[in-house]
């Protein structure tokens, strides 16, 4: 009788721990990015991802190109309605060991209460690539939508300035990096 309670409380304990799994699991789903492929042996740091990318104007005088923005989850949050430049500055002051210099003052965030980001996340930092002199049919999709978009969209991170990409992510041992492959979808989602 004994050996059969103890492997129902067994059974239950582990229904219950992959119950909790999978919700930890689910909680961050909208985070993660769809894993499409493994990236070929001349580059094992690569994977291929399905990703949401802010779409920017640039902040520079002639305007030229889209800026394209991918943050940490925990980053993301923080910088709705908030420029490039804004975010950055967080981000930096997220990573950073000294939270007390000079440029982590006056963010509009108090970092006391925001962790480092966990182990493992995705991208480690705030990326941002430039698309610069694009020929008029690479990335149609995206092109269009920039140009239709309201200027003051693209000038703060916002939702519903974002489209949804197919990237390659490199995680090298000294920082990320990703390549924009395909957009496949622009807003509205």
């Known amino acids: 009788m004994k050996a059969i309670r103890s492997l129902v409380r067994i059974g239950l304990v ?3 721990w992959g119950a ?3 919700a930890v699991a689910g909680m961050h789903e909208g985070y993660s990015g769809l894993l499409l492929a ?6 094992p740091g690569s994977v291929e991802l399905e990703q949401f990318l802010f779409v920017q104007a640039p902040d520079w005088k002639n305007g030229k190109g889209i800026v394209l923005t991918w943050l940490p989850p925990t980053l993301e949050r923080l910088c709705l309605g908030k420029t490039e430049k804004q975010c950055s500055m967080i981000d930096f002051c997220i990573r950073t060991t000294n939270r007390e210099s ?5 963010i509009g965030v ?3 209460r925001i962790p480092p980001y966990p182990p493992g996340t995705r991208p ?3 990326l941002s690539t430039v698309l610069m002199y694009l020929e008029p049919k690479k990335f149609e999709q ?3 939508f920039y140009a239709s978009a309201p200027k ?3 000038e703060r991170l916002s939702m519903s300035a974002r489209v949804k990409a197919r990237i390659r992510y490199t995680r090298k041992p000294d920082d990320d990096d990703f390549e924009l492959l395909d957009v496949i979808a622009v807003p509205p989602f």
């Not at 493994?38 to 580059?43: A, E, T, Y």
């Not at 000079?102 to 006056?106: A, D, I, L, T």
């Open 38 to 43: 493994q990236s070929p042996s001349d580059n």
């Open 142 to 144: 995206l092109q269009q």
């Open 102 to 106: 000079s440029q982590c003052k006056n």
């Open 14 to 16: 582990s229904i219950l």
């Open 110 to 112: 108090n970092l006391a």
């Open 152 to 154: 003051a969209s693209l």
């Open 20 to 22: 909790l799994s999978a």
């Open 124 to 126: 480690r930092r705030m």
